[in-house]
């Protein structure tokens, strides 16, 4: 059976909006791929401050070994410094702590120790040999 003239009309008119769908689907596709280039970075090119921000790092307590230092917890992760700080009187492990860890001066050290500054000094230094 051949179609009649006014089926054809229906399926060109069909044909023709199945066309323009398409071609807005495509173009709107495309858009989107540039609105994406654009906007979006690869994992790769993010500078390295912002991807050690997005970092989580897992700590448990078998990882390392705490202090208690002026009311502040210090973690110490090396095993083997850990273990000759534990060799230290408890006087000089705090001086040695609050030096290199909470970052104090030998000023800061000694007000807080009610001792002089010089003292804060030669007991760190001694900790150290």
Known sequence: MKPSDFQKTIQCQFDCKLKRVVKGIVR???KELKRRRNKEISYC????IVVEKL???DEYESDYTAFDVCGIEVRVLDDDLAEAIKY???KDREILLMYF?????DTEIGDR??????TSFRSRKN???
Do not use: C, D, Q, T
């Open 28 to 30: 709107n596709y495309r």
């Open 45 to 48: 090119e993010l500078p390295e």
């Open 55 to 57: 970092a989580v790092w």
């Open 88 to 90: 230290l009187s408890e």
């Open 101 to 105: 860890f909470l970052g104090m001066s």
């Open 113 to 118: 120790l009610k001792i002089n500054r010089s």
């Open 127 to 129: 900790s150290l040999e």
